[in-house]
């Protein structure tokens, strides 16, 4: 559950990133806050279970990853080599995810 809040906030962050450069009217800016604003919210909901370290990082990587990909969809130039160390984040964000447990104990500070 906690990690469907994180792969969800980091598809938010690769739709806000994306569309930053075809922002061009102030709703466009308000649509960009809003998903902003939930893709973070969810990303801390999961932190109540998932490890802040573990979290972030996927998050990050989703939206590095997932960006990436939608400007080459795009029309961005790209690389072999850019793919190469694409391929090597997945596989970090992926290792983070497979080796991170959720806590199953409350939060510091809470009772």
Do not use: C, H
């Not at 800016?29 to 969810?42: E, N, P």
């Not at 490890?51 to 400007?71: D, H, K, L, Q, S």
């Not at 694409?86 to 992926?94: D, K, N, Q, S, T």
Request: charged share 10%.
């Amino acid at each position: 559950m906690y990690w469907l809040l994180v792969f969800i906030a980091g598809f938010l962050e690769v739709v806000w990133a994306s569309a930053l450069k075809y922002a061009d009217s102030l709703f466009d800016w308000i649509i960009i806050f809003m998903l902003i604003a939930v893709s973070f919210i969810l990303l801390i909901r999961s932190y109540k279970k998932i490890p802040m370290t573990a979290a972030y990082t996927v998050f990050v990587g989703i939206g590095t990853v997932g960006t990436y990909v939608t400007g080459i969809f795009l029309g961005e130039p790209f690389s072999i080599g850019q793919l190469f160390f694409l391929a090597l984040l997945l596989f970090g964000i992926l290792g983070m995810k497979l080796f991170t447990k959720e806590q199953n104990n409350q939060s510091r500070g809470e009772q």
